[in-house]
């Protein structure tokens, strides 16, 4: 069972990034999803969460009316897009799954896909 995040790299202020993670090993469709970011020095924080079926989502404040959370249960991948980006949004993004309705608690994900880093310049 592993999450695969991809779609990381380097981008201006103001620019834009789409995230992805895909899914292996088994079929998710049934796991609501969450993405969390960790910069240097910070404890890993929450960006985003969507539902199994994609019926809710949720952001943190800090991102929300820039990023937009989705999923493509046929292709078992959820997506970060990621608009109007600020250098504070640098950090190594995670992808996170669990059974069960989305949170915004981190313990509550236990399966987790290694990270991407995003690093926004000013």
């Known amino acids: 069972v592993q999450l695969q995040a991809s779609g990381g790299g380097l981008v201006q202020a103001g620019g834009s990034l789409r995230l992805s993670c895909a899914a292996s090993?088994?079929?998710?469709?049934?796991?609501?999803k969450g993405w969390f970011r960790q910069a240097p020095g910070k404890e890993r924080e929450f960006v985003a969460a969507i539902r199994w079926d994609g019926g809710s989502t949720y952001y943190a404040d800090s991102v929300k009316g820039r990023f937009t959370i989705s999923r493509d249960n046929a292709k078992n991948t959820v997506y970060l897009q990621m608009n109007s980006l600020k250098p504070e949004d640098t950090a190594v993004y995670y992808c996170?799954?669990?059974?069960?309705?989305?949170?915004?608690?981190?313990?509550?994900?236990?399966?987790w896909g290694q990270g991407t880093q995003v690093t926004v310049s000013s």
């Open positions: 090993g088994r079929t998710f469709t049934s796991y609501s």
């Open positions: 996170a799954a669990k059974t069960g309705g989305p949170t915004t608690t981190r313990e509550r994900y236990y399966i």
